[in-house]
């Protein structure tokens, strides 16, 4: 079987849904499916990684967070005969339209439904329901996210949940990564709440730096990753004087020592972007308690049992979220609790069951 992936970023990228198709590709081709991916980036090239091929075309333009590319268009029409099937990860305006006229079957992968672009939505919404009247099936990452969206309501009977899933060979532990003798230089010891993304409108960051007000001394929040509001957070850090209790890392290689030597695990979300938040699942794998919000229609709380891997609060509550950190650090039986249902939870979203419901999914397709 011969598979082509339309995707968005060239890897290696730390995007979670980048990260996700990464290893779902790998385990397809250990499973001796042939996937390749057609993906966006700086430049025009071929190459191999992890054990798939991948094409990455030159980005012409970007549309609000929609990439255009000539070549994604002329690569996707001498390509896409030669496979058996098409696997669209969504949304990707570009993607979508091509699959819409695809002379090969496709399956549609359900990330997010176009939350920020509402007016521009208004223009492609009929595209994009062409795209989803034609494709065969849609694949949901949380029965969360599938009942809350409208995008895809009209399609519903063809629908199939399935979750995330995590490669654990690709978290590595490496005592020596720059950022993190960095960081640990400055935590001194202190208890850690971590939180990992890139720092973009709807991660609510600023709430989580503003819970560090609430927090006692002995407790420091940790952010990693690099994006456009990075001045504006520092800013925040600086006008409430919290520059010994909240630590912005930046861009970090190695997300897994940081996960290894913190305490609880935070992901402040404010909107339904955060369709799932594969982080959380990274953090089980280290037994880490959870801090999540309670987004309508998120799969945050699909993924985080409220009550027995960590808590799901209100969104954008700074107190809330150090209340909620504060109840699990105080209380030793409650945190080991949390962290032993998290190792346990980290079980079912397991690369290699996730890729073999995938696989079904693509059996059924062929088989008509």
């Not at 598979?3 to 968005?8: D, I, N, S, T, W």
């Not at 065969?136 to 629908?159: D, F, W």
């Not at 913190?262 to 953090?283: I, K, N, Q, W, Y």
Request: glycine letters at 6%; aromatic letters at 10%; one cysteine or more.
């Amino acid at each position: 079987m011969r598979v082509l992936h339309l995707g968005k970023l060239c890897p290696p990228n730390e995007g979670g849904i980048e990260v996700f198709t990464s290893d779902l590709l790998e385990c397809l081709n250990l499973k001796s499916i042939e996937a390749d991916l057609l993906c966006f980036g700086d430049k025009m090239e071929e190459g191999m990684y992890n054990g798939f091929k991948f094409y990455s075309c030159k980005i012409d333009l970007k549309l609000s967070s929609a990439l255009v590319s000539l070549d994604f268009v002329k690569h996707f029409k001498k390509l896409a005969n030669k496979y058996d099937l098409i696997h669209v990860h969504s949304p990707n305006p570009i993607a979508e339209m091509l699959s819409i006229f695809s002379p090969r079957p496709f399956v549609v992968h359900w990330h997010s439904d176009i939350v920020r672009q509402r007016i521009l939505y208004t223009f492609y919404k009929p595209f994009q329901q062409a795209y989803l009247k034609r494709a065969k099936r849609i694949i949901c990452t949380s029965p969360q996210y599938l009942e809350s969206s409208n995008q895809v309501a009209s399609y519903k009977e063809k629908a199939v949940v399935i979750p995330l899933g995590l490669n654990p060979r690709r978290l590595s532990c490496d005592e020596n990564d720059e950022k993190f003798v960095e960081m640990k230089d400055k935590i001194k010891g202190k208890r850690v709440v971590l939180s990992i993304g890139r720092l973009i409108y709807y991660k609510g960051f600023e709430y989580l730096i503003e819970s560090a007000k609430f927090l006692p001394d002995d407790v420091v929040v940790v952010i990693a990753g690099g994006g456009p509001l990075y001045a504006k957070l520092n800013n925040l850090i600086e006008k409430w004087n919290l520059k010994e209790k909240v630590l912005l890392a930046g861009k970090v290689k190695d997300v897994g020592i940081f996960m290894k030597n913190c305490d609880v695990f935070c992901l402040p979300s404010t909107e339904r972007s955060e369709a799932f938040g594969l982080v959380l699942v990274e953090a089980f794998y280290y037994g880490k308690p959870l801090i999540t919000t309670n987004v309508y229609g998120s799969g945050m709380s699909y993924v985080n049992r409220d009550g027995e891997t960590g808590f799901v609060i209100p969104p954008r509550d700074p107190r809330a979220i150090a209340e909620a950190v504060m109840k699990v650090l105080s209380d030793k039986e409650l945190y080991d609790r949390f962290s032993r249902n998290a190792l346990d939870r980290v079980k079912e979203f397991d690369i290699n069951s996730v890729v073999d419901r995938i696989i079904d999914v693509y059996n059924q397709v062929l088989e008509g």
